[in-house]
């Protein structure tokens, strides 16, 4: 269950700053459809991920892991 709760709380970061997945992928420096797998939970983010996309997005991880 853990995914989902990531891929919730990326998706809607992604969105409040105006991303769409092509362009944050971009930034990230990654294919889209890893970005995708993460957004639909189907993928785990490991710890660099989560990184990246934080720095990407410019947020915390706190901000994310927050309920």
Known sequence: ???????????????????????????MGIAVSILGQVERGTRIPDDAFLHEVTKALGISIKELHSD
């Open 1 to 27: 269950m853990e995914e989902m709760l990531w891929a919730r709380r990326i998706r809607a970061f992604r969105k409040l700053k105006g991303f769409t997945q092509v362009r944050l992928a971009k930034k």
